[in-house]
């Protein structure tokens, strides 16, 4: 399967994950407007950005030699199947009353910079971004140009899948209701773990 094809499964498996940044970013479309919406989108893909750069020159200095590929790719397989049961086991929260976002001043700026660090302090996008750097590059060795065309093929995905859904905001605020979310944290985290078994599968066979 091709890098890209690999990053887009995950960026779409990704895209659909609970957390505060969607739900941010739907409550913002809803009552701010689509144009906000944009805006915390753009913000929320330059963090996811920012962190895979910086996981991208760790995984460098980490697996700069050939014997440490097979323990990276069983490590960041591993931590990705551990992501994958959090995330199936995961209790959802959601605000039943939809209270909009107070947001002090309504520009541009703003949004960005509220998508960048509402994202970027969250610890389990940097947990997850790192072990899946690790295990991709672990796996795909020396070869460093479709680690990154995997990991563009991902953050397209995501960045997508979150314009999506600013448009779609309206209508999918009928769907965050607790036992559907439930279903989706149990997809997510069966798939999660699906790429985690391939990772060091595939790792396996490689080294």
Do not use: C, M, W, Y
């Given at each position: 399967m091709h890098p890209i094809l690999q990053g887009l499964i995950l960026g779409f498996t990704l895209s659909v994950l609970l957390g505060p940044a969607l739900f941010t970013l739907l409550q913002t479309s809803i009552h701010r407007g689509m144009k906000s919406g944009l805006f915390l989108a753009g913000g929320i893909f330059l963090s996811d950005l920012s962190v895979v750069f910086l996981a991208y020159l760790g995984a460098l200095q980490l697996i700069?030699?050939?014997n440490n590929y097979l323990i990276a790719g069983i490590v960041g397989?591993?931590?990705?199947?551990?992501?994958?049961i959090y995330t199936f086991y995961r209790k959802v929260?959601?605000?039943?009353?939809?209270?909009?976002?107070?947001v002090k001043v309504p520009g541009p700026i703003t949004y960005i910079l509220k998508g960048y660090f509402l994202n970027i302090m969250n610890p389990f996008v940097w947990f997850f971004w790192i072990s899946a750097m690790v295990g991709v590059s672990a796996n795909y060795g020396d070869d460093k140009a479709d680690v990154v065309i995997f990991f563009?093929?991902?953050?397209?995905?995501i960045l997508s899948s979150d314009i999506l859904k600013v448009f779609l905001a309206g209508k999918l605020k009928q769907y965050l209701k607790p036992q559907m979310l439930i279903r989706v944290n149990h997809i997510v985290g069966l798939l999660l773990m699906i790429f985690g078994v391939f990772l060091i599968i595939?790792?396996?066979l490689k080294f």
């Open positions: 700069n030699q050939k397989g591993s931590i990705l199947i551990g992501f994958g929260h959601i605000d039943e009353n939809n209270k909009p976002i107070e563009s093929g991902t953050l397209f995905a595939r790792v396996f």
